[in-house]
């Protein structure tokens, strides 16, 4: 690859891209760490059959964000260094 098609395709936007990303895995971050405290507040309160199948359903959804959170983390660290590596050539 050469060194004229490499700043063509501009490297540091996808570092900016990835810092973008890193900045919305953040603010995710944040609001799974407020449902999650929802979540122990509201079980505190709420008992029975009917409570422990929502409470149960609510942490499997929180399971699923936060593995969604991890992949848009790493996607923001893989662009943010990759974008690096290219701005450095």
Excluded: T
Excluded at 4 to 22: H, T
Aim: proline fraction near 1%; include cysteine; charge should be positive.
């Amino acid at each position: 690859m050469s060194i004229s098609l490499i700043r063509a395709q501009n490297p540091q936007g996808v570092v900016d891209a990835g810092l973008a990303e890193s900045c919305k895995a953040a603010e995710l971050d944040a609001i799974i760490g407020d449902q999650v405290r929802s979540l122990n507040r509201m079980r505190e309160s709420w008992f029975g059959r009917g409570a422990n199948a929502a409470i149960a359903k609510a942490y499997r959804d929180i399971q699923k964000q936060n593995l969604e959170h991890n992949k848009l983390a790493a996607l923001a660290a893989a662009m943010q260094s990759g974008g690096h590596a290219l701005v450095a050539c």
